[in-house]
């Protein structure tokens, strides 16, 4: 049974900064792009980063840029977002994502992966 298992998640006040951790299991996640997407009350679930299996490649949304920084663990099947001047748009639950990876393969879209954890909260107070 694969599983993706969020943890890091809690209440920070705005300029502070978190790390997430998603730990897979279940198959192997060789050949896998890895993700966070967040969904705030009453939005969307939006894509914040991805990293490609060998972790050369990421992809950060906009609003993220420059603050956040995805990675994976030396066991491949976990993967980091350190998330650095956290502000109170931040205030979702985050969810680690995993889809496989091929040409072309659009990491930004929830249609690409596979794969969810049940997320984790975290809640940015100003």
């Known amino acids: 049974q694969v599983q993706l298992v969020e943890s890091g998640g809690r209440s920070v006040q705005s300029g502070g900064s978190l790390r997430l951790s998603c730990v897979a299991s279940g198959r192997t996640f060789s050949s896998y792009v890895m993700g966070w997407f967040r969904q705030a009350p009453g939005k969307e679930r939006e894509f914040v980063a991805a990293?490609?299996?060998?972790?050369?490649?990421?992809y950060y949304a906009d609003s993220v840029k420059g603050r956040f920084t995805i990675s994976r663990g030396i066991v491949k099947n976990t993967v980091y977002l350190q998330m650095n001047t956290l502000k109170p748009e931040d205030t979702a639950v985050y969810y680690c994502?995993?889809?496989?990876?091929?040409?072309?393969?659009?990491?930004?879209?929830?249609?690409?992966?596979?794969?969810w954890g049940q997320g984790t909260q975290v809640t940015v107070s100003s």
């Open positions: 994502a995993a889809g496989p990876a091929h040409t072309g393969v659009v990491v930004t879209t929830t249609r690409t992966y596979d794969y």
């Open positions: 990293i490609s299996w060998s972790g050369d490649s990421t």
